[in-house]
Structure formats: structure tokens, C-alpha cells
């Protein structure tokens, strides 16, 4: 079977494209166009460099508050690697190989613009990494989110050098030890090289597109997990209707209410007469919430499509006008608004989940309590609400906006960061405790529904059908954290239209 291969180019990046790029197995390779420009940019810096003593930040300078002091040419390589060495100081828990993935992926989209001045070779050798599954070993904590991902691009960059830890096809070694594997010396970096690799929000924008991806799954399974809830809470259907949408038409909440009508087309328990006039809001107002999530993934999406294309380095070259122009690309301000901005998104729909869990487990409308037939001696589904709850209440005090902070670094020349790292660290959380929430929820509408005796629709009976297969119906007490273990993988491995999603 031929190998998928991406070429990367100045061509517009797709977070579905990514997606593709990181789960199905590509390989990567750069466009004609692509290395026109890196080697393009590449040539008139050494021009620029060699034909003039002028201070270019960066290049024949210090960095950040030693931007003044002025470095020999001789000195230009040893520049770049102690700026790789020095920027290293990443701790605390590391970064999940697939996000090391996507921060590959970006940083070489980034460098093939030609803007960065960086050499052909270099970019070569990160796709080399991508393609032999040499992942660099990267850790959450150390950046500011302004002078880009610092810390941790650090790390990603130490390996070129044949320096610091990697994974390589799954083991843990030395970067020396992996490059011998594969043949190949360490680079020396040439001027501009160590601040084209270490400026940038790639760490920021992987973990963000990493969510993204995420929080377009579960939008949609919160959807038809609503569904199975609002069917075993013998719910009505008129909030759904298209009319009461169009009379507010948010995007996302008319989106919902359809998928719900399709959802439950076809259903006899949700055509039935009801005894109640009204739901509760966490059943009568799914358009609402659902929608408003909807709305701010796709505001959240745009963001980071427009960043997965930017060139986020400084300086930055611009070969054809003959400037370099120090600015301030790197800055994470926008990515970290919008970091935050999704974690809220995503923590409001496990907040309604939970509320639907209570409900379910709460004796109401023909229900036992906590879903077991033999309550008593059974606790059934007590519990389970409880660690949903405190999930719900984590993410809660994890949604406390980064962005609105700084603190001041490189001895007030750095005067203001975004936070924009820990905004997105926090809500790669968020969107991990929401699946598990989801995960509780259907666990106990499965249940539910088990206790109705009129038919579901096809889809719900199917969807219900596959995760049976997996997580069988409880009739006396068992372990529930194998349960709500085994419901989170489901979630995890169900395989998802992306015509649906994206």
C-alpha cells in the first residue's frame, strides 16, 4: 500500500487536513514553491549578513534585553545553538506525543512561507522527524506565550542538535543515539536559525488545533448523548423545533435542534403523549447551550486556521523589499483569548451534562432511583453523578481566563506576555474532563433507556446497540469506575464522519 505524502506549501492548511496529516498516517514533504522560497529568503540573508556590519536583532545581536549588544561574525552559529541550549528550561508534566506531532506539522507550515531566513536543510531535517516518528521530548511549563513558545520549542529544536531526550518509534533514548540510528550528523545552525526555530506559537497552536479537533467530536456526541438522555427522561421534542430556532438564529443552535430532529427521527418514545407540559432546562434548553459551543468552536477554529498559516518568527525577512523588520508576530494574545474562550465553551457543555445526569438518577417520570432495578441494597448509579460533579467543578476554577494576566521578563523588555502556554494547557483539561463527564451521562442514559418500554429511533437504538457491546446493562452493583472507564474509551475510539464534523 503507497504511502500518503503532504506536501507542505504557502497553500492554505485546514485544521481537517492536519488532522489527516497527524492520524492517517501521512508522510511529509515540501512543495517546489515551498523550498523556492526558504532558499530564496535563505540567500538574501547571507547576502544582507555578509555585505554589512548594520545590528539585525537576533542575527548579529543578544536577544531579548541584550538586543544591544553586537556579535562577531565568527560568532554567528555558537549564537544560535547557545540560544537552543539556554532557552531549554521546559519542566513539569510532557507534552503527549501526538501533540509533539502537530507542533511539527506547524512549525514547518510556519518556516516554508520564507519569511524566516532558516535554512533548507533544517526544515528537511523536521520533516525527517515527522517522517521517522522522531519525536522530540517536550514539556508543558516554561512559556510566556510572547516571544512565542520559547521553552518549549527549545526542546523541540534541542534534537537538531543532537541534543536532549527524544522518542524514537516508541523508545526513549538520547537525540545522539536516534540520529546515529538513522545516519545522520547533528546540524549546525547558521545565523537566524536558533530564533527561527524558537520564536513562534507553535506549542500553543498544537495544542489548540489538538482541541479543536476534540471539541469537534464531542459537540456532535454531546449531541446524540443528549439525544439518548432526553429519550430515557421521556423529554419532549418541541424545543427542537425549527421554528422556535429561526426565531433566534444563532448558527449553533440551529445546528443542534436539527441534529436532534434527525437524531430522533423515527422514534416512537419521543412521539408519544406527555404527562408534562415542560423539561427542565438541561432538556429544554440543549439548542441553546449546545449552539452557543458550537458558535464558539467555529470562532475558535478560524483563529487557529489563521495562525496554523502565519509566519510567527522575528525577525521576520522580507527578501523581495529587502527588509527585516523586528516585530512582534510571536505574541500569543490572540491564541490565548481564544484558548480561553473555548475552554468555557467546552466546560459549559459537561456543566449541562452533568445536569441531565442528576435528573436521570433522580426517580423522576417512571425512572427507579439511581437507575437499579433493586434499589437499597444497590446504590446503582448514586455515585457515578458524584465524580461528575466534581469534574464539572474542576473545570470550573480551570477556566479562570490566562490571558487576562503578565508578568514582566527579559528585564522589562518582554513587559507584556499572553499567557497564552497556560491557557492552552488548561484547557487541554477541560476538553479531557468533558469527554469523561459525556462518558458518565451516557453511561447512565444507556441505563435509563433500558427502563422504556416504547422504541427508540433506528440511530439511538444503533449508537446504544454498539456501546452495549462494549458496557453492558448494570442489574446489581458492580465496580463503576470499569464502567466509566470503558465508556470513555468508547467515546475516544468512535470513529466519526468528518463530513459531520467539519
Known amino acids: 500500500m503507497q504511502v500518503p505524502v503532504h506536501h507542505i506549501s504557502p497553500d492554505r492548511l485546514s485544521l481537517k487536513r492536519i488532522k489527516e496529516i497527524v492520524s492517517e498516517g501521512y508522510k511529509l514533504a515540501l512543495s517546489d514553491e515551498a523550498k523556492k522560497r526558504v532558499e530564496d529568503c535563505r540567500a538574501y540573508l547571507d547576502k544582507r549578513v555578509a555585505e554589512s556590519d548594520d545590528p ?48 511539527i506539522v506547524l512549525k514547518i507550515q510556519s518556516l516554508c512561507y520564507g519569511h524566516s531566513a532558516i535554512r533548507l536543510e533544517t526544515v528537511e531535517r523536521l520533516i525527517t522527524f515527522f517522517n521517522e516518528d522522531l519525536l522530540p521530548v517536550v514539556f508543558q511549563q516554561g512559556s510566556l506565550g510572547a516571544s512565542g513558545d520559547l521553552a518549549p520549542l527549545a526542546h523541540l529544536s534541542l534534537a537538531l542538535l543532537g541534543k536532549g531526550e527524544v522518542v524514537f518509534k516508541g523508545e526513549r533514548m538520547t537525540a545522539e543515539d536516534a540520529l546515529a540510528k538513522l545516519n545522520l550528523e547533528p546540524l549546525t545552525l547558521a545565523s537566524k536559525e536558533g530564533l527561527a526555530l524558537l520564536n513562534g506559537t507553535q506549542f500553543m497552536g498544537a495544542y489548540g488545533v489538538w482541541s479543536l479537533l476534540k471539541a469537534h467530536k464531542l459537540s456532535y456526541l454531546a449531541d446524540v448523548i443528549g439525544a439518548i438522555s432526553l429519550e430515557a427522561f421521556d423529554g419532549r421534542i418541541e424545543p427542537f423545533s425549527e421554528l422556535i430556532q429561526l426565531a433566534r438564529p444563532h448558527n449553533g443552535q440551529i445546528e443542534t435542534a436539527k441534529n436532534f430532529r434527525e437524531l430522533l427521527e423515527g422514534s416512537q418514545l419521543i412521539a408519544r403523549k406527555k404527562a408534562h407540559v415542560q423539561d427542565p432546562y438541561s432538556f429544554r434548553c440543549i439548542p441553546q447551550v449546545h449552539g452557543a459551543t458550537k458558535d464558539v468552536i467555529e470562532h475558535v477554529n478560524k483563529v487557529f486556521t489563521t495562525e496554523a498559516n502565519s509566519v510567527t518568527d522575528n525577525p521576520t525577512v522580507f527578501a523581495a523589499s529587502g527588509e527585516i523588520i523586528s516585530a512582534g508576530n510571536f505574541h500569543g494574545q490572540p491564541l490565548a483569548m481564544a484558548l480561553d474562550y473555548l475552554a468555557i465553551g467546552m466546560a459549559e457543555l459537561a456543566n449541562i451534562s452533568e445536569r441531565r445526569t442528576y435528573k436521570l438518577i433522580s426517580g423522576e417520570r417512571g425512572l427507579p432511583p439511581f437507575l437499579v432495578a433493586n434499589p437499597g441494597i444497590n446504590s446503582g448509579f448514586m455515585i457515578p453523578q458524584y465524580t461528575a460533579a466534581s469534574i464539572v467543578s474542576q473545570n470550573k476554577q480551570l477556566c479562570t481566563p490566562a490571558s487576562v494576566d503578565s508578568i514582566v521578563s527579559s528585564n522589562g523588555q518582554e513587559d507584556h506576555v499572553s499567557m497564552g502556554a497556560n491557557a492552552a494547557t488548561k484547557l487541554y483539561q477541560v476538553v479531557k474532563n468533558t469527554e469523561k463527564v459525556l462518558a458518565i451521562e451516557l453511561l447512565n442514559a444507556a441505563q435509563a433507556l433500558e427502563f422504556r418500554e416504547d422504541k427508540t429511533s433506528p440511530f439511538i437504538d444503533s449508537f446504544v446497540g454498539l456501546y452495549r457491546d462494549e458496557v453492558p446493562f448494570m442489574k446489581d452493583d458492580v465496580i463503576l469506575h470499569d464502567y466509566i472507564q470503558q465508556s470513555v474509551s468508547f467515546l475516544e475510539h468512535m470513529e466519526i464522519d468528518s463530513d459531520i464534523l467539519y
Request: aromatic share 6%; hydrophobic share 40%; charged share 15%.
Open 56 to 103: 539585525i536583532y537576533g542575527i548579529n545581536t543578544g536577544f531579548g534585553s541584550l538586543y544591544n549588544v553586537n556579535i562577531s561574525k565568527a560568532d554567528l552559529s555558537q549564537l544560535q545553538e547557545n540560544l537552543v541550549m539556554s532557552h531549554a528550561c521546559g519542566t513539569g508534566e510532557e507534552v503527549p506525543e501526538e501533540i509533539v506531532r502537530i507542533m
